[in-house]
């Protein structure tokens, strides 16, 4: 079992929807959760942190987590074209471990 | 200044060559990362250095080898790669090493090696 679970899409959405990306993880004792986002030839870029259960909200991004099952979730409202990317889960341990990403499409 | 900052970006090396990545990040750190990311795959990790020390080499062939020359600058030292090395090099940092500290990550280095 990958230590970091992520569907790799790609997730189509049209502008202005709310595009939900989902992460499962194995290591209970995790205690840190992040979304990066990821355009084509660049580097990660942090969008979200998390640490309790419940949800977190920064603007049109909510990250939602759920200990007990293992679970992460990241909402995108009112999505724009410039959204489309590839979203990283990562969570961490001792060490930082990605999921494998999901793509996401918004469409004008 | 809140960015970790890579050179070169972009590197083409033959399979005898040696050669460096460089890494700079002046936010006070004390935790810098090297990540290998090859196409459509996550960053993986490679080294981790807490306080100038390495703390994690996640059995990284030796023909990659990591210096932390001060709080502020990490090398990534070439030698002998083979092209499957290829991909995107990617250096991070963070307050410390503890679990709730995010990572910021530099633009990287496209290495290709022939």
């Known amino acids: 079992q990958k230590e970091v679970e992520q569907n790799s899409g790609p997730l189509s959405v049209p502008e202005g929807a709310i595009a939900s990306l989902n992460c499962t993880y194995s290591?209970?004792?995790?205690?840190?959760f992040f979304w990066y986002r990821q355009y084509s030839g660049k580097s990660p870029e942090l969008i979200m942190s998390i640490y309790s259960n419940g949800d977190k909200e920064d603007g049109r991004f909510t990250a939602q987590l759920n200990k007990a099952s293992q679970y992460v979730s990241l909402l995108i409202r009112d999505s724009q074209p410039s959204d489309s990317a590839t979203y990283l889960c990562a969570v961490r341990g001792n060490k930082l471990v990605f999921g494998a990403g999901t793509i996401l499409r918004v469409k004008s | 200044d809140t960015e970790v900052t890579q050179t070169p970006k972009h590197l083409v090396m033959g399979m005898t060559n040696k050669k460096s990545l460089k890494c700079e990040q002046h936010?006070?750190?004390?935790?810098m990362y090297w990540y290998k990311q090859k196409a459509k795959k996550p960053p993986e990790l490679m080294f981790v250095?807490?306080?100038?020390?390495?703390?994690i080499n996640e059995s990284v062939p030796s023909r990659f080898s990591p210096e932390c020359p001060n709080s502020s600058l990490l090398n990534l030292h070439l030698h002998a790669l083979q092209p499957e090395d290829s991909a995107l090099y990617l250096c991070a940092s963070s307050q410390q090493t503890g679990e709730n500290y995010g990572y910021t990550f530099g633009s990287g280095t496209r290495l290709t090696v022939v």
């Open positions: 290591d209970r004792v995790s205690q840190s």
């Open positions: 936010m006070g750190h004390r935790a």
């Open positions: 250095y807490s306080y100038e020390k390495l703390s």
